[in-house]
């Protein structure tokens, strides 16, 4: 596939890599050349098959209008934008394109959400639960998206809206705990991402799993069929 990549930070350039290792022709568009999404008129546009965005998200949001507009599918692994979540479904609805986005595109989290989903049980116990995330200091949402999805997998699945802890330190990739304690044990799970090669290794998948797909999707729904 013709990829266009926007992002030039740490987690964009390594999809760039891991694409151009499973051979497919990329473009890598930064911040300073899309500056109001200058860089994504329809000339440049199409010359892509699929847009895949880890920018920011104050970026993010202009730059799924701008690939709806000229019918673009995209991959969208930038976080900090999902208050707009409805609108941006209805928009790619009316646009009749194909979109996938996640809190977490590692594979590994993915099967933390289901140890997510079966610890909620833990309530029904006398157990009292919490979150804890913790981030490199340049991530610039709060709590993270991973966080949140944690948060609300528990609640789906019956059990109480757990209080999520933020840290913002050092080069942290990424850490996502989960506890929960009893006047008898304490029961800990933890993620911790070793570095961002999942994350690009599942937005790649992601992308060819989409390929020419129409239709609005979480990557957190459909990472087992990759």
Known sequence: ??????????????????????????????????????????????????????????????????CLREKKNMVVGTTGWQADLARIRDAVTQAGTGFLYGANFSVGMNLFF??????????????????????????KDAPSGTAVVLRDVIKETGGPELEI????????????????DSPSDRIYLCHDAKSRRG?????????????TRKGFFEFKDIWREL
Request: proline share 2%; charged share 25%; net charge negative.
């Open 199 to 211: 994350f690009a290794e599942g937005a790649v998948l992601g992308a060819e799993w989409l390929g």
């Open 114 to 139: 289901e140890i997510a989903r079966i610890s909620a049980t833990a309530a029904r116990h006398g157990y009292h639960g919490q979150i804890f995330e913790r981030h490199h200091h340049h991530k």
């Open 165 to 180: 802890t933020s840290f913002r330190e050092g080069e942290v990739v990424g850490m996502h705990e989960i506890t929960f």
């Open 1 to 66: 596939m013709r990829l266009l990549i926007l992002g030039r930070g740490k987690t964009g350039s390594l999809v760039a890599d891991v694409a151009r290792e499973r051979h497919h022709k990329v473009r890598v568009i930064g911040a300073a050349e899309n500056n109001d999404c200058a860089a994504l008129n329809r000339e440049t546009l199409s010359e892509a098959d699929l847009v895949i965005d880890f920018t920011s998200p104050t970026a993010v949001l202009p730059n799924i209008e701008a």
